[in-house]
């Protein structure tokens, strides 16, 4: 198999646990995706591959990145580069990333369970629409840039819903904030609609 040569650089998140590996180009063209522990990593090799690292805790992967929770008993300086080396070999010798997803198993529902997939709720009012539109336009591409991921749930009487993965439900101080952020954001652009805002982790 002929490399492909790939630059893979490291960025550091509000979670000093989590570390989150950029790749210049896309790596998972499905849903972004967490995994909790080396069995649900099945269906992506190279997360699996990085669970064989006895400091990492959970890994998330994005299109173009993935974000590292590592075990408290190592400092980054120390192993940052070692996963950043990792990672852009494996991709680099065109190994698979994510298995795409066959019918039969986006069909069960333990596989979507397994995995903690987020759900997109497609939005059914115009309020909805214009929630997410919000959230996709100014909210995402922060949370994004600390790798992480956020998507709409649901809105009833005033609370908005909000799922958050990756590094923004990594550490409750970062949840307050985002919610706190998010809520200022949407009360002052949806005035008189908006009364709380609840994000859940998944």
């Not at 298995?99 to 997939?117: D, I, L, M, R, V």
């Not at 909805?128 to 709409?152: H, T």
């Not at 005033?158 to 101080?173: D, E, N, R």
């Amino acid at each position: 198999r002929k490399k492909v040569p790939i630059s893979v650089y490291a960025e550091s998140t509000p979670n000093p646990d989590e570390m989150k590996f950029v790749c210049k180009r896309v790596i998972n063209p499905n849903d972004s995706v967490e995994f909790k522990n080396i069995e649900e990593a099945q269906i992506a090799p190279l997360c699996s591959q990085l669970f064989n690292f006895p400091f990492v805790k959970e890994v998330f992967l994005a299109r173009n990145f993935i974000s590292i929770t590592k075990y408290n008993i190592l400092e980054w300086e120390d192993i940052v580069m070692e996963v950043r080396e990792f990672i852009r070999e494996y991709i680099a010798e065109g190994r698979t990333v994510i298995n795409e997803p066959t019918a039969e198993a986006s069909g069960s529902e333990e596989a979507t369970k397994e995995t903690k997939k987020i759900q997109e709720v497609v939005p059914e009012t115009e309020l909805e629409q214009k929630i997410v539109d919000i959230l996709e336009e100014y909210v995402r591409p922060a949370v994004e840039a600390d790798g992480g991921n956020i998507s709409f749930r649901k809105y009833d009487h005033g609370i908005v819903t909000v799922a958050l993965q990756g590094a923004c439900s990594g550490g409750p101080s970062a949840s307050v904030t985002l919610k706190q952020g998010i809520e200022t954001m949407l009360k002052q652009m949806l005035p008189g609609q908006i009364e709380a805002v609840i994000a859940e982790a998944i």
